[in-house]
């Protein structure tokens, strides 16, 4: 069995087919609560017969981060991608999409270098550059009627029954599946990434129509990948809870006499009717000798939990020291950051605020339907879902 | 410089003297607390010219797992440990206090074989003989009356200026760091390891006047550490939570028809003054054929927030699966668990419970005196203080 070792692992090569899929921002409590009313039969087939761990997302919790370090196996101190958006070295804002940011190889290139079939799909185009580092073919459900597919005739969407939902349509993560599942069956492959969208659980909590409506579906789409013989790890990117607090930091600072500090927000993305860019944690830049009040500023806003200087913040959660900020900001579960209310449009939400970023959101859900292969040197992250399945045995 | 090797990590000989203290139940509110009132300026000075970082415990969030974890730089599901009690195979509860239950070495009893002088000190007895693992010399605060080591003259209470305290007296724990600086000049230590004890915690939270007294006694004796050229690792062994609701799980158990279950409380120590062996983690046997439904009932009480299986519980919390329950239960932070009402004397309190087990007291601070060597591939635990201090740079 031909073996990789990326980012200081050892993995072996899919025996079987095996499909990771990345349920964004399901939160364990939506599964709690869908096993607990038997709301989804299959994936606690899964639960019951492979494992049911919980692990901790990268923090901050957002989704371009720990979508990267499942596919890398390594935190963000190491792949590079600390947030979907970062406030570049020139001082501009931009979003995280680059892949020549990315800095560490994907399992997936690995082994496509070693002659595995590999595929990633991605609910939102914002990902699918970010996953396609190392040449891995990845399409978006996005845009599915426009991407192609060497070894597929016409735009992808010709391989799925029925057409691509909206972006915002309750739906448009299991098209991902569904894509998935017919772009593996064409293509013959042995190790597939699905990510998923989370804008039902911004828009819905557990056991609301709209997320029991999605789970239902997704439970008939871990059926199909069950029967048609697939090995799984379904994982989430980070959690979600409702938050009836919003600060807006860069109004906050101006209110107690710091000028010329700046804030960044990482949860930044062109999905704005999930969250209008506001999460629970955030990076604040400011001239050095204001760091200490700013510091002590920011602790005094109700809802900020910590604030860690950038040196503190790269070790205490594995993150890029260059591409963070010069403080790190975290709310408590029920407050979300943003800069200053004149730049967020809440109109744009559908519903009152439910979002993500902090360490209030860091409990994820790790369903395999095996047993782990491999022993893990402490508790799992989102990171360790590709080692669980594959990786070499102690 | 000399190197060794110590459960899959190398660590460099200490180049100045170097300590780490844990800071049993120091809970990052009450340092929070203390530091916005300039209570522990010494401390301060640690936390800005070091590294002021945030880490995760070892679950359950209790103090003999973690002590381990601190000083093998490994997880319970290596080192052994995954309570201060466990049950047993022959079904008898136990402490975990014998040495010969631990299964990894420690890095003080390699450093020593490689020639270092080494010492660990306690405050509380309980843990001496597990600290001592490997013939590493180590005294407790609590019998310092009655404990001698090679190179003192006499039990080693006659180098402390002041009378032993007892156990349950607001400085027990400085009465431990008086003696490992004591100590440590008379025997020339090049690593000493403190661990501290939670009695105060359990009884006060931040900002009360006993805590208050406590923190601004450490603050001072952090100070003599750093006077004397210490390198210093302050690291919790867990947090502190009040608990309102305490849930007898036996009770709870019959209640709903489920009979013959074994409710094991793996906080249960000698010093029930602190918790009345009431914690925030549990681990429960029952027969095979009952199991899904006692994981069903256990959901079902109040503040019950998770139940995993055995095997699943070893995997997401790296714990030795042959140490711990059928079922392994976590509360909510308000939440402490008992076996039934009539095993419990709350009585022994002395004031409303405050304690900890659970996943709402796994932050704790990370402080040291300078900034890390070693990079970790992930956030830091409290085992990882040993390898920030004295890792081999990657």
Redesign the interface.
């Known amino acids: 069995m031909a073996t990789i070792e990326v980012n200081?692992r050892v993995y072996r090569s899919p025996a079987a087919p095996t499909a990771v899929i990345c349920l964004d921002g399901v939160d364990?409590a939506y599964l709690?609560d869908a096993f607990?009313r038997r709301l989804m039969p299959r994936l606690a087939e899964v639960a019951q017969n492979g494992?049911?761990?919980?692990?901790?997302s990268q923090?901050p919790s957002f989704t371009n981060p720990n979508n990267l370090s499942i596919v890398t196996g390594?935190?963000p101190?190491?792949h590079g991608i600390p947030g979907n958006h970062y406030r570049a070295p020139d001082g501009r804002e931009v979003q995280l999409t680059n892949p020549e940011l990315v800095r560490a190889p994907s399992i997936h290139a690995e082994f496509q270098r070693a002659g595995v079939r590999v595929l990633a799909v991605t609910t939102k185009e914002k990902l699918r550059l970010l996953l396609s580092a190392g040449d891995v073919p990845c399409v978006s459900a996005e845009f599915a009627d426009e991407q192609s597919l060497d070894g597929v005739d016409g735009p992808v969407a010709g391989l799925v029954r029925y057409p691509v939902p909206g972006i915002y349509d309750w739906n448009c993560s299991h098209y991902a599946l569904e894509l998935g599942l017919a772009l593996s069956d064409r293509l013959d492959v042995e190790l597939l990434y699905v990510s998923l969208t989370d804008f039902v659980q911004h828009t819905a909590g557990p056991g609301e129509m709209l997320s029991d409506g999605y789970l239902r579906e997704l439970d008939r789409l871990v059926g199909e990948f069950m029967d048609a013989g697939w090995r799984l790890g379904l994982v989430a990117d980070h959690g979600m809870n409702s938050k009836s607090n919003i600060r807006y930091l860069a109004d906050e600072l101006a209110d107690r006499g710091i000028e010329g500090g700046h804030v960044t927000l990482p949860i930044t993305d062109p999905y704005v009717v999930h969250h209008a860019a506001l999460g629970s944690a955030c990076w604040v830049d400011v001239d050095k000798d204001e760091l200490e009040r700013a510091r002590a500023a920011l602790?005094d806003v109700p809802g900020v939990e910590?604030v860690?200087?950038r040196?503190?913040a790269a070790?205490?959660?594995?993150l890029p020291r260059d591409r963070i900020g010069d403080l790190f900001v975290l709310a408590d579960a029920e407050t979300a950051l943003g800069k200053r209310a004149a730049d967020h449009d809440l109109s744009a939400l559908r519903g009152p605020l439910r979002s993500h970023g902090g360490?209030h959101e860091q409990?994820i859900p790790?369903l395999l339907s095996e047993?782990?292969v491999a022993?893990?040197?402490?508790?799992?992250?989102n990171?360790d879902v590709h080692f669980?399945l594959l990786g070499e045995p102690a």
Chains 1, 2 share one sequence.
């Open positions: 200081g364990p709690d607990e494992a049911d761990l919980r692990g901790l923090l390594a935190p101190s190491v602790l910590e860690l200087l040196d503190d070790v205490s959660f594995a360490r409990e790790i047993r782990p022993t893990l040197n402490g508790p799992p992250s990171g669980l």
